[in-house]
C-alpha cells in the first residue's frame, strides 16, 4: 500500500525532494554521518572497506533526489517506455561512474582529503558487479547509460546474479582456474531491494481444459512449483542531467507458502533445502559467451527474470484500470539475443488466461511489443530448447509456442505453396536431431522488428542466418550498429585525453560524440600531436605501473603497446596473434634478424575462456608459456614483451585500452557481429589492425584505409573457400615462416620440452583450423610489417590516431540509441 491514506500535509512532506547541499563541508558532514551512524563505524576506527561503504552511499544520497524526482516524472507524464530485458548486465564499478554523472567528483576529492582518506584507495575496494560475460553483457550497461543520459524513459530488467563471472586465476604453470566471484561480500551499497514489490513465478505442472462462467471452453496453467522474484534496484544516472534511471535486478527466494508447508510438516531440513532450491535460480552467472548453455537452470533463470519483468510493468507501473489493446504504445520489450524471447508466450499467456482474450486479440498485442536483437552469426550460438523441457518446466508457454508455430506455418504454407521444405527450415519447432525449440525463429515470428549489430553482421543475417524470414518480412530487418558510452570509456577511463580534447574543443563531445570531428585539424598540428603523444605515454606509464607492481615487468613506455583483450574464442583468433609472437621471437633467436631490427612491442592479452570450453583454455595456457620463455629469454633483450594479466574485466579495460598503440581486430571474417572493444580502442587513440568483419568494416570506412591496417579474406572468400574443401596443411607446408613458428611450438620449446602439452593445439591447425587462421598467417604477417614501418614515424603515426579518434564519435552508443528509437522504438519514447 502506498502512503498515508489522506495527501501528506507536513510542509516537509510536500517539498519535492532536495538533495543534500552541495559543498565540500556539507559532504564531510553527510560522510561522517554515514559511517557513524549507518556503518557504525568513527573515523579512527574505520577500515577501509567502512570507509568506501559509507563513500558509497554518501554519493548515493546525492543522486536520490535524480532519482525520485525522475520516477514521479515518468508517472506524470507517461511516455512510451523501453524495457530492456537482459540476462546480463556487465557493470564496471559504479563509483567513479556516480562521481563523474553528478559532477561531485571536485567537492568528494576535497572531502576525502580533508578527513585524510586516500580516496584511490576506497575507489580500489569496489568490486566490480561482473553481472556479464563479455560483449553483449557490456552493451546492454552502455545502452542504459546512454538512455538516461538522454532521458529515455527505460528500465533495465535483468538478474541479480549472487556470483557473477568467475574470478580468474593462473597456475604457475599458466593455467586457467576459475574462482567463485563473491561480488556482494563485502556489502553491496548500489542496491536498494524492494521485497515489497516481489512477483511469484510459476513453474513445471500441468494444463487443463475448463469451462469459464461462460460456459466457453479455456486452456489453463496448473503450475508444480513456485519461487519469488525479489527486485533489486540500481540508480542509472544521466550525464549530468538530472535524470536517473533504474536497472531492476531480480534475485529468486523461496515463496513463504512453500516455506509454510513444509515447516508445518515438521520437516525443517527440508524446508531449509526448499529454500535453497528456489535460490538457486539466481545464484550464478553462466560464464558462457557467444555460445548457449542448454541446462535445464538456465532455461529457468530466462523465464524466471522475464516473468518477473512484465509481471512487474502490468501490475506495478501500469494503472489498475490500463485498457490492455493499448499495450504496445506504452511499452516495447527489446530482447537482448534468444536469452529472453520466452517472455513472448508468457506476455501471450498472461493475455489468454489471465485476462480471458482470444487468440487473435492476445497476439495483436503481443506481436506488438517485442523487438529483438541478433548478436552472432554463429548458428551453433542460436539457442534450441528441447521440447521436452520446456513442456515438462513450461507446459502451458509450450502449447502457446505450438500454436503460434501453427499460425505461422499456415501463413508460410499460403505464402510458399507446396515448398515444405521451406516450412521445415521455417518452423519454430526443429524436428531434428531432437525436437526442440528454436528461440531465434519464435523472436523473427513475433517480433516488429529483427536488428543485427553491424553493417555487415545485419546484411548476414539477412542473407543467410534468418534468410528465409528476411524475405518474407523485409520490412522487419533492420541494422543498429553497436555503439559505447564516452563517458566511462573515455572521460572517466582517459582523462589525459578527455582533458586534451575538453581543452581543445570544449566539453561537449562527452554528449555529443560526433563533435570529435573538430580535432581532425589538429591531426596536423604538432604540439597537438605532441599533447596527444604526452597523454598517451601516460596513460601508458600508468598501465606499466600495474604491471610492475602485480608481474615484476618493466615495460617501457615507448615499446609499441599491442593489446588484444576480449574473450577468449577460437573465432577470435588469439592463436592468430600468438603465432606473430613466435614468428618474431623465432626470426630473434634464429639469428634471422638482430633485437635491434625489430620494432619493439609490449603484446598485452587479456581474455576470459568458458570453463567448459577445453580448447579455450589450452590456448590461455600456451599463450602463458609462450610469455614466460619470451619474456626470460636475454637475446631478445626486452624488445618483445608478453603480457596477460589474468581477470580481465571492466576495471581492467580502463586501465588497459587507454594505453594501446595498437588494437587487434583479428577475427575470421563473418564471426564477429560486431564487437565494440573495436569502437573503446579507437576512440582511445589506438590504429587497428584487422579483418573484413563486424564493425571493422565500419571503423575502417569512417577513419580511411590509411589509417587501419587491413588484412586477410573477405567474407565472401571464406564461404568460397570452405565451399571448395579448405586444407590447412597446404598453408603449412608452403610457408617456410609459419612452419618454423609452428615447429618451434611443436617442439616443445615453450612448455620445458613437453609436446603433448601442446599436441591439441598444433594437431587441430593443421587438421581442421576451423577458423582459417593458417589461410590468413602471411597476410596478417604483412599487415603486421606495415605496422612496425608505420610505428617507426611517430608523428604519421599520431596523426593517424588521432585522426582515428576524431572520426569515431558515430560509435557512441548515445547514436545507437538514436538509431533504435528512429528504426524500431518510435520518436514516442522521447519525451
Ligand atoms: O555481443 C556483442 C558483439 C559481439 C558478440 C557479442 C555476443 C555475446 O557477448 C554473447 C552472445 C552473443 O550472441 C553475442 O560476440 O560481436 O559486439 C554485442 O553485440
New binding site residues.
Partial sequence: RLGPRAAPTHPLALVPAVGPERTVDAFVREYLEELNFSQGAPLARSTVNHQYLALARTVRSYLMADWLETAARRREQPTKMVGYLSAEYLLGRQLDNALLNSDLAEIVEQAMAALGLDLNELRAQEVEPGLG???????AACFVDSLATMDVSCIGFGIRYEYGIFTQVFTPDGRQVEAPDNWLALGAPWEFPNPDRAVRVSFGGHTETYADDSGRERRRWVPGWSVRGIPYNYMVPGYRNGVANTLRLWSAEATSAFDLETFNSGDYVDAVRAQTFAQNISKVLYPE??TPQGRELRLQQQYFFVACSINDYLHGTLSKDFDLTRLPEQIIFQLN?THPVIAIPELMRILLDEHGMNWDQAWAITSRCFAY????LLPE?LEVWPADLVGRLLPRHLEIIYGINDQFLDLVRATYPGDELRVRAMSIVAEAPFKGIRMAHLAAVAATKVNG??ELHSTLLREKVLVDFARLWPEKFTNVT?GVTPRRFVRMANRPLADLITSTIGDGWVRDLEKLRELEPYADDAAFREAFRAAKRANKERLAGIALRTGDLVLPTDHLFDVMVK?LHEYKRQLLKLLHIVTTYESIISGEVTPEQVTPRVVIFGAKAAPGYRMAKEIIHLINRVAAVVNADERVCGRLQVVFPANYNVTLAERIIPAADLSEQISLAGK?????GNMKLALNGALTIGTDD??NVEIRRLVGDENFFLFGLTEPEVADLQRQGYSPGSYFESNPTLRRAIGLIASGHFTDGDRSVVGPIVGDLLANDRYLVLADFQSYLDAQARVDAAYGDQDAWSRSAILNVARCGFFSSDRAMRDYIDRIWGAEVRR
Fill in positions: 560475460n563479455g560483449g553483449l553483457g557490456r552493451l559467451d557467444s539475443d536483437t541478433c548478436h552472432t550460438a549489430v553491424a553497436n574473450r564477429e557481429a560486431s564487437g565494440t563486424g564493425a
